[in-house]
C-alpha cells in the first residue's frame, strides 16, 4: 500500500509560482510512474502532468506546457510540480498520483493509476 503526501498549494497572485511536493512511503517508488492531476471546483479532473520511473520522460497537457514541470527525486522519493506563470483557471485541488510501472512509461489516463493523495489547494487571484 503506497501513501501519497501532497504539500506546497496555497493562495498565489495571478503570475506567481509555486512548488508543489508530494511524498510517497509505503512501496519501492521507482516501481511507479508518477502522475499529477487537479479538479477545479464544479469541474471533473484533468490530467496535468506524468513522469515515468527515473524521471527521463515526461509529458505535459497543453494547458500547462511552458508554465509548468514535473521532476522526480527518487533518493526522496518525492514527486514535484514547478507551477509557474499562474493564471487565475489553475485554481483548482491539485492530487498526486501513483501507477505501478516497474521500469515502465509516464500515464496520462486516470484510470491507470493505483494511488491517490488527499490534494493540495492552489488559488490564484487575478
Known amino acids: 500500500q503506497v501513501q501519497l503526501v501532497e504539500s506546497g498549494g496555497g493562495l498565489v497572485q495571478a503570475g506567481g509560482s509555486l512548488r508543489l511536493s508530494c511524498a510517497a512511503s509505503g512501496g519501492t517508488f521507482t516501481s511507479y510512474a508518477m502522475g499529477w492531476f487537479r479538479q477545479a471546483p464544479g469541474k471533473e479532473r484533468e490530467f496535468v502532468a506524468a513522469v515515468n520511473w527515473n524521471g527521463r520522460s515526461t509529458y505535459l497537457a497543453d494547458s500547462v506546457k511552458g508554465r509548468f514541470t514535473i521532476s522526480r527525486d527518487n533518493a526522496k522519493n518525492t514527486v514535484y510540480l514547478q507551477v509557474n506563470k499562474l493564471k487565475p483557471e489553475d485554481t483548482a485541488l491539485y492530487y498526486c498520483?501513483?501507477?505501478?510501472?516497474?521500469?515502465?512509461?509516464?500515464?496520462?489516463?486516470?484510470?491507470?493509476?493505483?494511488?491517490w493523495g488527499q490534494g493540495t489547494l492552489v488559488t490564484v487571484s487575478s
Open positions: 498520483a501513483a501507477a505501478f510501472r516497474p521500469y515502465g512509461g509516464f500515464r496520462i489516463d486516470s484510470r491507470e493509476y493505483d494511488y
